[in-house]
């Protein structure tokens, strides 16, 4: 064998010495190498990082794989041509383990890697020396990767939370005939005693409408037990409501505070002035309890699996190694000596429940994970965060969320309330109405964690606690307004069974009362190429199947639905199963009155419908795979020019021309040349599919936009409003390695955790950045532990720009993200999605000798596939790269679908485009909703054109790529305008929707009673939960809340609303004094307080100082307006008894005269006298 490559290697000697005598009469000058290698290094073929030569990038290209061997004398020899030698001459047996093989050009050309490995497979059977190693798999890191073998290591037992105390209520029949109080239907998760979990209805007795409050004692979430001594809970409501109109003059009721809303009933009996328990207080064997913890130093065990109870062992110096100690297991009492590093404190029971995360007295991730855990089993999913707010995407909690409920939280402030969503929007409302600013609400989270839901809820308290200026706002619109949006906007994904596809803002108009005035939606990242494809075991947009379920006979024969095809390019097929059409059809009825609802007419209606039904029947015709380009099946073609108005020749003309109806031939229909047929350079770019798809999604985005502008006409109002609050709603972050899926994420997946990178980037930035940049200013220290960056390195790897945009450098500042990176790959001749993965590893990738841990970037083992650390590296997204330049290249039959539309020979279809708002238009395929429907809309909208008029924006508006940062960019801009609140929306479990969505949605209106359901369903994935806490960087935000000043005022502003508290200032000063040094002046203010921290030019609170002052502020207040009342009562009496003295005075006077009056009207000369006085008047 080696003889025989011994000959080989002299065969190749000689083709070397051939190939180096041309070499040298045809060699190229200094500069034409120079110039070439310029080139070569400018569009990606060389990487001059990765150590390798120039010299040996022009003489050789490395395989970028070889195929490792193993070599019996414990070498590693890595082969890439097993059929030639090298150029050095060196014998196989002579090649050390640390020296790859490498073939020429030449030799690379002729051998293919079949044949490389046919040779390889010989070389193997022949001699038993070399044996393969197979490739190492990419290994994501973990957040905790210890694990504690030997030990049974247990999650801490959820403990059930007490049971509130039933009340016997005794309720007399009113003059009206009833009791004073409605009955609720809910259904709602209970836990029995043995673990199980049941879905049982539940009916509530809560005050009726026009009762004051708590003056039946009832409180909202109040579960009926027993009426007049009769248990009920098994009853349906006819039967309830016979029972009480049965009952006499007076009707006992038993009643129990559900667990969800226990909290709030707590604060709700601590307001009443009745006597009642003090929930605060401790019994004695409570107290021993806690004194025996404190004696007991518990710790947490931070494990792979999670977290478990262990106490802290005090040991010798000395035996142990130094960073060791040594701690017993709660669950099996076993000994370990471990790092400090993997125990961390524990808090008493008393926390396990805590209300608010940053209260917990030892703040770490263990702790706050305990306590999510610990209330998430109890049902309380609202949890405090400081200023922030954690929600867990409750599975079924229908009874938390009423108008009743609503009313609880009216007025209060934070302080005074239980932790919900409610209290989050009262909150900002409440800041609204006391500093005149804009206020935003943005809800973070992974996909399906509800932050859709969560908005809705705000929305609906708002509306129900602030009230209207007008009828064009209600509940009902409110709900006709997302009940369109799920159908045009919703679709289902690997993780939720309906999740949102696009970004929208909810903007609500107050005036000087506190009234909504008005209201608009903006939406953005609309994600239009689902209507034409999307990954395996997803779907297309809800309204589609709606449609096609639930179109009455008449419509359904003008649309051409009768009959479905067999095959449909863009996967639009109709529900197979007959519940699933039941369903649709019942929600295409809701759908029709919710539009109504908004005022969109039947022929508006009529028209939405023509349209989507073009759209099913272009992906039933479908294209051409090879030759002209052209429809597949044109009787299908046809019913969708039909549809859409035009002709036959007009709609291929728009798509496969690219030509707009307006441009085209009327003259000639006969066959066009090639040129002509290819429609220029960008129609021979693209397939003929890729022109339908084009197309397809241009209408769908045309039809989206005029529906956003209809919902905004219905929201409409002329008048004046004073200032905003903000709703903030994207797509979660999505993985599909969660839902065990495969093939990886598409664009659009990385566009939207694309921008909930960029929300949680500006909830790090707000709530630690800029507090420690304002400390630094202020000359305030505060110590805390080191963090991580502002930003998420996966942001710059998505969008970093550079100054230089034509010329590629190493890794260097002038490094450029995904999105730029795109764009000039698409323009370039052969770029491809390889050369594109190759260019973004050079700049973000892991250098040499670099640890995996500090790279938000990885290769994947898949071709085509690249691995994003979202959330600072705490969620690996992995995602497929095939096809990503064709959204980089703008083909022209997407514009041309808004003018196919325009001149439609259909009227009801041009008047669609003809009715859309001018201001519409100006941001088309971008923003949706820029009406100006109000002046601070019409504000807004001004801002967001100038986020895509101005600086890099102005040159790159037509990317489309930049397009999807320039949006973001947008958003950001008009939410740091204002007051921002953060809600962190929690996923309990990666198929928790799954779940809900096959016990709810199907079954959620049972009337069975304890009907089981899986146990799985009330639990934390400790391990997600653990991700999400870190990716948001929530503890930091926390740690600084806590151990910083997170509450500022200027001076001036303080000492004007807090002057209050100063009345001696106030009496030596005088009220309208002069200050000439506003610190001085607010130190002289503050002198009876020390807890407050006096900077340069604002004044700094510890957390909750400014809402005791608030408090005390109020509580002196009301003194005064007491004081004030008294006084002017007192001035109005006095002023009363002297004007009463004054009319006493005039009816003594007058009784007196009248009296005088009576004494002589009777004497005759007083007669003569007023029988004469007229005569001497008259003359």
């Known amino acids: 064998m080696f003889n025989l490559m011994k000959k080989d290697k002299e065969k190749e000697l000689e083709k070397k010495e051939k190939k180096d005598r041309k070499d040298k009469k045809e060699r190229m000058s200094q500069a034409e190498l120079k110039s070439l290698e310029e080139m070569s290094i400018r569009r990606g073929f060389f990487n001059l990082n990765r150590g390798s030569t120039k010299r040996e990038s022009k003489t050789r290209l490395e395989i970028s794989g070889p195929i490792p061997i193993k070599v019996v ?91 509130p105390d039933p009340r016997n209520l005794e309720l007399q029949r009113r003059s009206t005939g009833d009791f004073g109080f409605s009955l609720r239907r809910s259904t709602m998760l209970d836990r029995q005693p043995d673990g199980k979990v049941c879905r049982r209805v539940v009916h509530f007795a809560e005050p009726g409408a026009g009762t004051k409050e708590r003056a039946l004692g009832l409180v909202p979430g109040d579960r009926l037990l027993e009426i007049n001594g009769m248990n009920v809970e098994n009853k349906n409501r006819d039967e309830i409501v016979e029972m009480i109109r049965q009952s006499g003059d007076v009707v006992c009721l038993k009643v129990q505070p559900i667990v969800e809303l226990s909290e709030l009933n707590r604060i709700w009996m601590r307001s009443t002035e009745e ?124 009874s938390m969320y009423s108008e009743k409920v609503m009313q609880m939280f009216k007025g209060c402030k934070r302080e005074d309330t239980a932790p919900h969503i409610y209290s989050m929007a009262q909150t900002a409302y409440r800041n609204l109405l006391t500093t005149r600013q804009d206020q935003s609400i943005v809800l973070l989270g992974k996909s399906g964690s509800g932050k859709t839901t969560n908005c809705q809820h705000i929305i609906q308290y708002l509306m129900t ?168 099946r044109h009787e299908w073609a046809q019913k969708a020019a039909y549809l859409l108005g035009c002709t036959l020749e007009e709609l291929s003309s728009s798509i496969f021309k690219h030509q707009a109806k307006g441009t085209l031939p009327r003259a000639s229909a006969s066959r066009q040349t090639p040129d002509e047929n290819g429609g220029g350079d960008a129609g021979s770019k693209t397939t003929a599919l890729e022109c339908l798809e084009a197309m397809a999604s241009g209408l769908y985005s045309e039809l989206f936009t005029i529906l956003i502008s209809m919902i905004n006409r219905a929201l409409k109002s002329s008048q004046h409003s004073l200032c905003s609050l903000l709703i903030v709603d994207t797509p979660g972050l999505q993985n599909p390695r969660m839902a065990k899926r495969e093939c990886g994420a598409t664009f659009e997946d990385l566009c939207h955790n694309y921008t909930q990178e960029r929300l949680q980037t500006l909830f790090y930035q707000r709530n630690f950045v800029q507090e420690l940049e304002r400390y630094k200013e202020e000359n305030i220290e505060l110590a805390l532990d080191d963090t991580g960056p502002s930003t998420s390195m996966s942001v710059a790897v998505v969008d970093q720009a550079s100054s230089q945009a034509l010329v590629r450098t190493g890794r260097t500042d002038e490094a450029r993200g995904l999105l730029w990176l795109m764009e ?51 969620d690996w997204v992995e995602y497929n790269t095939h096809g990503w330049l064709n959204y980089a290249k703008h083909n022209p039959a997407t514009s041309n679908a808004a003018c196919l539309m325009q001149d439609s020979q259909k009227k009801i279809i041009s008047s669609l485009i003809m009715s859309r708002a001018g201001g519409a238009t100006v941001l088309s395929g971008s923003v949706a909703g820029l009406e100006a429907v109000s002046q601070l809309s019409l504000r807004r909208a001004t801002s967001m054109r100038k986020t895509f008029t101005t600086g890099m924006a102005a040159i790159k508006k037509k990317s489309l790529c930049i397009q999807i940062k320039l949006q973001v960019d947008a958003l950001l801009d008009m939410v740091r305008r204002s007051k921002i609140h953060f809600v962190h929306c929690i996923l309990p479990k990666a198929d928790a929707l799954k779940a809900l969505s096959g016990s709810l949605f199907k079954g959620g209106e049972c009337e069975t009673q304890g009907e089981n359901s899986d146990p799985g369903l009330m639990q934390l994935d400790v391990a997600l939960l653990r991700a999400q806490l870190r990716g948001s960087k929530l503890l930091d935000a926390l740690r600084i809340y806590r151990q910083g000043y997170p509450d500022h005022m200027v001076f001036s502003e303080f000492r004007r609303r807090f002057d209050v508290l100063a009345p001696h200032l106030s009496k030596k000063h005088g009220r309208n004094y002069i200050v000439k040094d506003e610190k001085r002046a607010v130190e002289e203010l503050l002198s009876p307080w020390i807890w407050r921290r006096a900077a340069t030019t604002w004044l700094f609170f510890r957390a909750g100082t400014l809402a005791k002052l608030e408090e005390q502020r109020d509580e002196q207040t009301k003194r005064n307006i007491i004081l004030f009342q008294a006084a002017s009562r007192g001035y109005l009496a006095r002023q009363a008894f002297k004007k009463r003295k004054i009319q006493d005075l005039a009816i003594r006077c007058i009784q007196k005269n009248i009296k005088k009056n009576h004494g002589v009207k009777d004497w005759p000369w007083w007669k003569l006298f007023t029988t004469v006085q007229p005569l001497i008047r008259s003359s």
């Open 73 to 163: 004398c414990n070498t590693e020899l890595n082969l890439t041509d097993l059929g030639t030698n090298t150029s050095k001459g060196q014998n196989i047996e002579h090649i050390s383990a640390c020296e790859n093989v490498k073939i020429s050009d030449q030799e690379h050309s002729r051998n293919s890697v079949k044949e490389k490995a046919a040779k390889f497979e010989e070389l193997v059977s022949s001699g038993p020396r070399y044996t393969f190693q197979k490739p190492t798999k990419v290994v994501i890191p973990e957040l905790v990767e210890k694990t504690f073998s030997g030990v049974d290591l247990q999650l801490p037992s959820l403990i059930p939370p007490p049971v």
């Open 465 to 632: 606690v602030a009230g209207c200026t007008n009828k064009s706002f209600s509940s009902e619109k409110w709900q006709a307004v997302y009940t369109v949006l799920e159908a045009f906007g919703n679709a289902s994904t690997c993780l939720n069974g309906n999740a949102s596809r696009f970004s929208h803002i909810v903007s609500l108009d107050f005036d000087q009362s506190g009234q909504v005035t008005s209201a608009s939606i903006q939406t953005m990242l609309l994600e239009k190429a689902r209507v034409t494809r999307r990954p395996e075991g997803e779907s297309t947009f809800n309204v589609f199947y709606y449609l096609m379920a639930g179109v009455e006979s008449s419509l359904r024969t003008e649309l051409h639905l009768n009959h479905f095809s067999e095959n449909n390019a863009f996967g639009i097929m109709p529900q197979a199963r007959t519940e699933d059409k039941q369903r649709a059809s019942q929600q295409f009825s809701k759908l029709q009155a919710a539009m109504k609802v908004l005022g969109i007419s039947p022929d508006e209606q009529r028209a939405f419908w023509l349209v989507l039904g073009a759209i099913y029947h272009l992906g039933s015709a479908g294209a051409t795979k090879a030759g002209r380009k052209q429809f597949a």
């Open 824 to 874: 000039e790959e698409a323009l370039q001749p052969g770029g491809s999605e390889q050369t594109l993965l190759g260019r973004l590893f050079s700049y973000y990738g892991p250098a040499e000798g670099e640890s995996k841990g500090h790279t938000f970037l990885l290769k994947s083992e898949k071709d085509h596939h690249f691995l994003l650390g979202h959330s600072h590296g705490t």
């Open 275 to 398: 006597l009642h328990k003090d929930f605060n207080s401790k019994t004695e064997e409570q107290i021993t309890a806690e004194k025996a913890w404190y004696n007991t130093e518990k710790v947490w065990l931070v494990h792979k699996d999670g977290f478990s109870m262990a106490t802290l062992l005090k040991t010798e110096a000395g035996s142990l190694p130094e960073g060791k100690v040594k701690i017993r297991l709660e669950s099996d009492g076993s000994l370990l000596d471990v790092d400090e590093d993997d125990v961390e404190k524990a808090n008493p029971p008393l926390f396990d429940r805590v209300e608010d995360l940053a209260s917990l007295q030892y703040l770490n991730e263990s702790s706050v994970m305990h306590s999510l855990r610990q209330r998430h089993g109890a049902n309380l999913v609202h949890t405090h965060a400081g200023p922030s707010m954690v929600v867990i995407n409750p599975i079924s909690a229908p």
